[in-house]
């Protein structure tokens, strides 16, 4: 059993948990994820290790409320504990070496970009972070960002907060003011993902993607995570999550993360109205 010392909400949709796993905490670095369950009977669903502390023994994790398993850890507060928290899994953002980096995170793929973005700023390079939301009140972790970057874009699709936009506007006027960046590092919704890397392709920029599919068992075996990379299958739990944005099919990464949608929201539904008759 795993206690949770700090819960947080960052939006209406979105919460931040600190997790008591001294050894996940140990060992994790920016881009490995966990795999958890909420009670003895649920499923096993990834999240990215969003944060941690290896001297407290903690581990950060920020998680959007989509489906029945987000609404039950929802609903878990500080002083409880979740069944199983299992990691780090995956392999780590590759940061060492560069200089100059473009950070882009959309939504609560933040939650991912955030760490990377401030490994890559302990580490001494100039970071530029963009992060996009579709409006004001969704925005996260910006004076964590704002810490982590030497320059910081905040962009909203309404422009109810920072400049109106696409995080790719942002990324292009960078570029063509002249800023030479070593690579770019792209989280968040798959689309947002695809359309940095057909920007980045015109200038020639590696870019490097986070993948998040469909995962169960975290290792391999199941095969449910896997992804076209170069016209090869990939599995984003023990291959990634990262992958060279420039090689991803992200037309059949974005058909296969929509197979569950419906089901999602339904357990969702079934979840919350589990609560509302215990109340």
């Known amino acids: 059993m795993y206690k949770i010392l700090r819960k947080k909400e960052l939006n209406p949709t979105v919460t931040l948990m600190d997790i008591e796993a001294p050894l996940i905490a140990k060992k994790a670095e920016p881009g490995q994820f966990v795999i958890l369950r909420v009670n003895e009977n649920g499923e096993r669903i ?7 502390d290896r001297e407290k023994g903690t581990v950060t994790i920020i998680f959007q409320i989509v489906g029945g398993t987000t609404e039950l850890l929802n609903h878990k507060n500080e002083g409880e504990y979740i069944q199983d928290f299992v990691g780090p899994l995956g392999k780590a953002t590759e940061t060492e070496g560069l200089k100059k980096v473009a950070v882009v995170g959309g939504g609560v793929g933040c939650a991912i970009a955030y760490p990377v973005a401030k490994k890559l700023h302990d580490n001494g390079c100039e970071v530029h972070s963009i992060v996009g939301f579709r409006n004001k009140d ?20 309404d422009g109810s907060y920072g ?16 800023n030479k960046y070593d690579e770019v590092i792209a989280i968040g919704p798959i689309i947002m993902m695809k359309f940095v890397c057909k920007l980045t392709k015109e200038y020639g920029i590696k870019t490097v993607v986070s993948m998040n599919p469909i995962m169960i068992d ?9 992804l076209t990379v170069g016209g090869e299958t990939k599995f984003a739990c023990v291959d990634g999550p990262d992958f060279d944005g420039h090689l991803v099919d992200f037309d059949e990464a974005l058909e296969r993360g929509s197979m569950y949608r419906e089901f999602e929201a339904k357990k969702r539904e079934e979840v919350c109205n589990l609560f509302k008759e215990v109340k």
């Open 163 to 178: 400049t109106k936009g696409l995080v790719t506007d942002a990324l292009k006027a960078l570029i063509e003011a002249g």
């Open 218 to 226: 975290g290792t391999g075996m199941c095969g449910g995570c896997r």
């Open 46 to 52: 990834p999240l990215t290790v969003a944060d941690y």
């Open 138 to 157: 969704l925005v996260i972790l910006e004076d964590e960002f704002k810490a982590a970057s030497t320059e910081l874009k905040i962009m909203t699709d």
